[in-house]
């Protein structure tokens, strides 16, 4: 986006390790929710975690190599409105979108339409702005709003964006204090997007520089509740660099839980598997966050967090992990018997079929290797900072099994440790250290590779 918050200026671009150890040593906590009743559908959808904006849509080629390798979960992308500095999108088109929805990525939509009447950018000077006029308490301003959502929701619709999703607008940076007329009608204009959206099954997005836009609402929603339709949720362009969805611009109740974007860092390069793309970094809190279902309960009633795990046999005595065996081989479909800590003759036949089916020779031995590889089973998708659920459990319980030095909490969430963790297992294996638990990262866990 080019809206800028004045007097804070980018910090350079950050190489791939860096931008991972940020990530792994980042001590905010993941926004997860408490009810499933709050599930939000369309886009963005539930999500927590880094968003990139770009003006022009990347090529395929570019979301393949930045989803198997960038930290970067969601995407901005500016689907409308005149006053685009990119309105061709060659790229984006309704197959782009499905693909990026197929593949993991949070789409983030953006219209960047009828600028402030205020603006000193040349650029929106010579381009229709908002209507400061008065008459009829800023009629001609909300008659733009409500006008520019429709024209969003109908591209967004030929697009093959689903109905519910957020559509967030685009308002730069402007002066404040210059004109009550250019505050009021910028309001108006934003109350009117809202109201549109809202009526026809569509969720409302602010995006806007910190210290003109985002205070200007936040200062409405305090001083004249009700006057005004707040967006449902908020962007705020705010380059402290801090990855969280705090800003000095807006208190600390408005637009929370979940309800927040902050855009921390300004335009830079970044570059994931030799592909370089000019983006702003954002920290996204949304939907029910980095929402997590309860883990089901697992045979024998016990839990499966264990931070180290121990080569057994038929000769074991570690009750703990033979009981810990017993009930993952029983989960898998392997053993039948009880889960009780003894290592029995069919725990000996469970474990001999499943080194059997491994390619290994049948004896009764369970090493690392098989630890890793009964965990792994299931689906693998490709997990990084901001992940939750059953793939990230099955992760950490691998990591943890592997060997690494860092030993990390079962805890289903993908932050803090765990990036910092599969870094470790990377170097270990021999694979370039992004973070990222893709494809050539899951085929080494599954096979057992330490």
């Known amino acids: 986006m080019?809206?800028?918050?004045?007097s804070l200026r980018p910090r350079r671009a950050r190489r791939l390790l860096a931008a991972t150890a940020a990530l792994a040593a980042a001590t905010t906590g993941v926004g997860i929710a408490s009810s499933p009743a709050q599930a939000s559908g369309g886009a963005p959808g539930d999500f927590y975690g880094r968003a990139f904006d770009q003006c022009t849509a990347p090529s395929q080629s570019a979301m393949t190599a930045w989803m198997n390798s960038s930290p970067y979960r969601g995407v901005g992308i500016y689907l409308s409105g005149d006053s685009r500095g990119?309105?061709?999108q060659p790229n984006l088109t309704s197959t782009w979108i499905r693909t990026q929805i197929a593949a993991g990525w949070h789409l983030l939509p953006i219209t960047l339409g009828p600028q402030a009447s205020c603006t000193t950018r040349e650029r929106y000077l010579k381009q229709v702005r908002i209507n400061p006029s008065t008459t009829s308490t800023y009629a001609a301003a909300r008659a733009q709003g409500t006008a520019e959502a429709k024209k969003t929701v109908s591209r967004a619709t030929a697009l093959g964006i689903p109905k519910g999703s957020t559509m967030f607008y685009d308002l730069e940076a402007f002066d404040t204090g210059r004109s009550t007329a250019c505050t009021e009608s910028a309001k108006y204009f934003v109350s009117a997007w809202s109201t549109q959206l809202r009526a026809t099954g569509w969720k409302s997005g602010f995006y806007s520089s910190g210290a003109s836009g985002i205070r200007m609402l936040d200062d409405a929603r305090v001083r004249t509740p009700g006057k005004f339709a707040m967006p449902d949720q908020l962007w705020i362009a705010d380059w402290n660099g801090q990855a969280t969805t705090s800003s000095a611009y807006v208190r600390s109740d408005g637009w929370t839980p979940h309800k927040r974007i902050h855009q921390f860092q300004g335009g830079h390069n970044e570059t994931y598997a030799g592909v370089t793309i000019n983006i702003d970094s954002n920290h996204a809190d949304l939907g029910r966050g980095a929402y997590l279902t309860a883990e089901p309960a697992h045979p024998g009633g016990?839990?499966?967090a264990a931070n180290t795990y121990i080569a057994l046999n038929e000769k074991a005595t570690n009750t703990g992990q033979i009981r810990l065996l017993q009930s993952m081989l029983s989960s898998a479909g392997y053993y039948k018997g009880a889960v009780d800590g003894v290592w029995t003759r069919?725990?000996?036949a469970a474990?001999?079929?499943?080194r059997k089916e491994h390619g290994l020779a049948g004896t009764w031995d369970w090493?690392?290797?098989q630890w890793m590889q009964l965990m792994t089973r299931g689906a693998t998708p490709v997990v990084?900072?901001?992940s939750a659920?059953?793939?990230v459990r099955r992760v950490q319980r691998a990591l943890n099994a592997s060997g690494v030095s860092r030993k990390i909490p079962i805890s289903g969430v993908f932050t803090v440790s765990t990036p910092a963790a599969v870094q470790d297992y990377q170097r270990k294996v021999g694979i370039s250290p992004s973070g990222v638990v893709n494809a050539t990262t899951w085929a080494a866990l599954t096979r057992g590779r330490r």
């Open 2 to 6: 080019t809206s800028r918050t004045p």
């Open 86 to 88: 990119c309105t061709s």
């Open 302 to 304: 016990i839990g499966w």
């Open 346 to 348: 069919p725990l000996s």
């Open 351 to 354: 474990v001999g079929t499943f």
């Open 367 to 369: 090493t690392s290797t």
């Open 384 to 386: 990084k900072y901001g």
């Open 389 to 391: 659920g059953d793939e």
